[in-house]
């Protein structure tokens, strides 16, 4: 059983529309992040979120992506107007401390039209 | 700057047979640690194996391996006795830092293991 589900498994939409990417972990954990995987292409870093409140980010988590957890389950990744080359698979991951292994959830492929 | 190299775009294997999947890394902080993750063609990313640079002894969990030569900066994984479902991307990463750091990993480009039967 994973540690993390994430949903929706696909997400289709159109250029400029917003869209929320959802992660749920199985039990406690402290640390939540969002990746990003271009179709093939590596694995990218884009947040990082730790006690309710973004620990670093990289140079493509610009405005228009923003994070959360609302009801202290739920970890989500917004995008507010998608673009084209948002087209990726989005990965959800979790650990319960920094000396943890960091655990993937099985992603959300989203594509911008 | 951290940085993960995978010279092997693709490999292939024998089913049964073990293979090695190179990786070296350049960091000049001393606290690190190296993990590989597994990802078939359906997508999800499976954490398979971790090494802390403070590690004494090569990290081993069932059929995989990390053959961790600090020295030479390189973090191989063997997988032994290959089966067919080990055919997947495998990917090398790599964690920076302790005490204060974040898990922000950095990845390679990853290695496609195809094992035949």
């Known amino acids: 059983e994973p540690e993390v589900t994430q949903t929706p498994s696909h997400q289709v939409t159109q250029m400029g529309q917003e869209v929320i990417l959802r992660c749920v972990p199985i039990s406690n954990h402290l640390y939540f992040y969002w990746y990003r995987q271009i179709l093939g292409q590596k694995v990218e870093f884009l947040v990082s979120?730790?006690?309710?409140?973004?620990?670093?980010k990289s140079e493509i988590f610009d405005d228009q992506f923003s994070v959360e957890r609302p009801d202290g389950s739920n970890f989500t990744l917004k995008i507010r107007s998608t673009k084209l080359e948002d087209s990726a698979m989005y990965f959800c991951?979790?650990?319960?401390?920094?000396?943890?292994?960091?655990?993937f959830g099985n992603g959300t492929r989203l594509t911008v039209t | 700057a951290q940085k993960i190299t995978q010279t092997q775009p693709g490999m292939f294997v024998q089913e049964k047979e073990a293979v090695t999947l190179d990786c070296t890394y350049d960091?000049?902080?001393?606290?690190?640690?190296l993990f590989w993750y597994k990802q078939p063609s359906s997508g999800e990313m499976i954490f398979l194996i971790y090494q802390g640079s403070y590690d004494q002894q090569n990290a081993t969990e069932g059929r995989y391996s990390l053959n961790f030569q600090k020295a030479r900066k390189s973090a191989n994984l063997v997988i032994s006795a290959s089966q067919l479902g080990d055919s997947a991307m495998y990917f090398c990463a790599m964690r920076v830092g302790s005490g204060g750091s974040n898990y922000k990993l950095t990845f390679g480009k990853g290695t496609l293991l195809t094992v035949n039967p």
């Open positions: 979120f730790y006690n309710n409140e973004i620990s670093e």
């Open positions: 960091t000049s902080d001393p606290s690190y640690g």
């Open positions: 991951a979790i650990s319960r401390d920094r000396d943890s292994p960091l655990h």
